[in-house]
């Protein structure tokens, strides 16, 4: 312990109003101070009683009530930290070796991305300048086999990346999002009435938006999709504008809704490969249709696709 006073110090009160002949305050009482004790290890100030004693020798011990709060000593502020520049922070768009062989392949892969994305485009603008509906469908047809082959040759190149897999979505929402609404648009547009039309194809651009956004962010499966795919939509609604039967316009617009309804559903759809395993006679049968009568059996195709989701998901259910 160590004291902070070497004496106790007295002080008078006055206890009532009058004197003596002596000269003191009648009724005076001394109150006794200790010396103040401070711990040294955890630097505390130890509250001291205080012991007041009167005159006509009575005596009694009072506590300090109020505390005495120890000195604050003033901390010197933290020094801040040091910034450290690298200057490799930028994320690699290829992954892996970085040889000269490893980048052309991987560049020919962006290439055939890139490419669908401008065939889309320039769907877009024949089907905008009142162009030929049926070369801006083939154009999208074209973004399907380019999309398709991006893909294809990513992973048999073995320069498949996170990149590239976000290029790709980017490149689907143009062409496949945009553009082929854009063209069925164009083509049902003077046959069918606006206030039908125009919330029918905003549909589709909505959900292939939704889409893709929710396949980047979902586990995959390799046996089926969930929901019908951005790039079949947008194969169907061209073709149905190169090789559909002439049918009422309520019936195209409602197949129109119910492929942006499909994409976003959450039905299980067989991919293709799962498709080729079906029996020989059922992957006959179409090609048969199609020499007796192509539209109907492209219809029949289309519609027997979309209701499988819906089955399916009924027979996983039980």
Partial sequence: MRRSGSLARRVLFAGRVGRRGDGNVAGATSLLVPAVETDERTGRVRLPRLRMRRRDGLS???TALAPISPPVVATPPAPAPEVVEDSSLSIPLLPGERTLARR??????NACTLSSLMLGLSAIFIAVNQGDVRVAASL???CVVFDGLDGFLARRLGVASPF???MDSLADMCSFGLAAPVVVYAWL????????LIPACALVAAAAAIRLARFNVSPKDGRFF????TTMCAAVLALSTLIAPQMPVALRVAGVVLLGLAMVSSFPYAKLARLLKLPPWLLVLPVVGALVDYQVTFVVVVFAYLVSGPLLWLKHRN
Wanted: proline fraction near 7%; aromatic fraction near 8%.
């Fill in 60 to 62: 009694r011990d009072l």
């Fill in 104 to 109: 052309i392949r991987f560049a020919l892969v």
């Fill in 140 to 142: 999208l047809i074209a």
């Fill in 164 to 166: 590239g897999a976000q």
């Fill in 189 to 196: 547009n003077g046959s069918a009435p606006g206030w039908l």
């Fill in 226 to 229: 969930c929901g019908v795919p």
